[in-house]
């Protein structure tokens, strides 16, 4: 993928209740919407989290334009994510290999 990828954080907001950081990025690459693996990867590089405790919950790409809008939740550990997030979400979010193993 050439060109250099931009994620800004638009919102982040901490839910007490799950213990979760529910976050809003928007992503804009010259490329187009990078994979959900390399965008996992570049946002928990940028919040100094382990990628495993990053889940992304929806990328909303904008027709036309290069940018899209990713939401994120951050786990504390990953038995809290496992326990809160839904079990397709738990699924996309894993790498290719490991998903491949499974089947």
């Known amino acids: 993928m050439s060109g250099e990828v931009q994620i800004e954080l638009v919102s ?3 839910n007490p209740l799950v213990e979760r950081r529910e976050l809003v990025f928007e992503v804009s690459s010259p490329a187009g919407t990078p994979k959900r693996e390399v965008l996992r990867k570049l946002i928990s590089q940028l919040l ?8 992304m919950k929806k990328i909303i790409g904008t027709y036309g334009v290069n940018k899209a809008r990713v939401r994120v939740n951050v786990y504390k550990s990953v038995e809290e994510a496992l326990k809160f997030e839904p079990k397709h979400i738990i699924e996309r979010n894993k790498p ?3 998903a491949k193993e499974e089947e």
């Not at 100094?48 to 889940?55: C, Q, R, S």
């Open 96 to 98: 290719k290999e490991e």
């Open 48 to 55: 100094h989290v382990d990628e495993n405790l990053v889940y």
């Open 12 to 14: 982040e907001t901490y």
